[in-house]
């Protein structure tokens, strides 16, 4: 089996493969590059495993003129810069002793150890320079059916490293096959375990997160987190009943996770997630929204296109209900209407008087879909 794509092909790519492989090392693409060439799905970052210490690779690189960056010598790994893309080269490892998230790694020269420290199966697949696939541990065969499924004991795997747990439910929703549901053993063993959630940092689990909501259907992986009571560690309190529906109802609309946030609910999440300002203030807007009766003109006005259509759809969903027809326009209305009083239109009011009245007048023409206009307002 091979896999090829524009990536593989990128002449900086092979000549660094080339002269890791002119100076007598294995060098071979790793991880997540070989994983999505076989699905079919976008190449992101491109990773290369070799057999040649850092220090070495460094050596070779720079000689054959590329930029080198020691972004992790210490467990092996530098970044070499060709024709502009970075390239992290790190150097086969097996591990010595883990800490959860920090671990004692030796180098090594086989490519089975290296793989056999790997998350995934599907994880664990390289190929040479010309794309042929090297399986040392099985993957292409729970790759074919996108079984997520861990490397050797479920168990071990995560406590070498208890962010796995969060990973596990992500490749499911990305790379799973919704219909043969997770991986028996290693839900146990997430289920078991979930306790750990607490020792990650927030902010590496707020990364996981945003990545799981922003797959295009994780409504089956949230649910079995839910019944795993890993979600509860994440965000006491969230409810994962209604994402399924506000997936439905997006239809072919571009994922966006935190309006998938929004119906979870859940406590303190801007918190627990380590969310911006921004974030956190869209999300205050979108749960505001869900418990109030504005027209989808109204929100347009209040909230811009974008969230606005964000809240109607959080809204529908977490009703079981769809959103009247035209929806759309109607928002994008309201995204474009300008409030036509004005302060001096209610003179000779003032101070708190005035501002009283305008917010009056405001929710008179937000209650009326925002088709009134100044005479009307004001008699």
């Not at 896999?3 to 890791?20: D, E, I």
């Not at 997520?148 to 208890?162: K, N, S």
């Not at 922003?214 to 949230?222: E, L």
């Not at 006491?236 to 072919?252: F, I, N, S, Y």
């Amino acid at each position: 089996m091979k896999v090829s794509g524009a990536w593989l092909s990128r002449a900086g790519t092979q000549a660094l493969l080339a002269a890791l492989e002119a100076a007598g090392h294995q060098a071979l693409f790793v991880g997540g590059c070989v994983r999505n060439a076989l699905l079919g799905v976008p190449v992101g970052d491109v990773d290369i495993a070799t057999d040649a210490a850092p220090g070495i690779v460094s050596n070779i690189a720079e000689s054959a003129g590329f930029r080198v960056v020691p972004t992790g010598i210490e467990h092996g790994t530098v970044t070499v810069i060709a024709e502009g893309v970075p390239h992290e080269v790190t150097t086969f490892r097996r591990d010595v002793e883990t800490f959860g998230r920090h671990a004692t790694v030796a180098f090594s020269d086989r490519i089975e150890e290296d793989a056999a420290r790997r998350d995934f199966t599907m994880n664990a697949l390289y190929a040479d320079r010309l794309g042929a696939v090297l399986d040392p541990l099985g993957g292409l065969a729970d790759l074919g059916p996108r079984r997520v499924r861990f490397v050797g004991d479920a168990e071990t795997r995560i406590r070498e490293d208890y962010l796995r747990i969060l990973r596990f439910f992500r490749f499911h929703a990305q790379y799973g096959d919704p219909a043969e549901g997770l991986d028996a053993e290693g839900l146990a063993a997430c289920a078991a375990h979930s306790a750990g959630i607490e020792t990650l940092s927030r902010e590496r689990i707020g990364a996981e997160m945003r990545k799981l909501l922003g797959a295009r259907d994780p409504a089956p992986s949230v649910a079995a987190m839910a019944a795993a009571g890993v979600l509860a560690r994440v965000l006491p309190g969230a409810d994962p009943r209604a994402l399924a529906p506000l997936v439905h109802l997006e239809g072919g609309e571009a994922p966006r996770w935190l309006r998938r946030l929004a119906v979870l609910g859940g406590e303190d999440a801007p918190d627990r997630l380590r969310l911006s300002k921004a974030e956190a203030r869209d999300l205050g807007a979108l749960r505001a929204a869900l418990g109030a009766t504005d027209l989808p003109a109204a929100l347009g006005w209040r909230l811009g296109p974008d969230l606005a259509a964000d809240a109607v759809l959080a809204r529908a969903a977490s009703l079981e209900m769809p959103p009247a027809d035209g929806w759309q326009a109607e928002v994008a209305r309201g995204a474009g209407a300008k409030f036509p009083v004005k302060a001096a239109d209610l003179a000779p009011l003032a101070g708190e008087a005035l501002g009283a009245r305008l917010k009056e007048v405001q929710a008179q023409w937000l209650a009326g879909g925002l088709r009134d206009g100044k005479d009307a307002l004001l008699r």
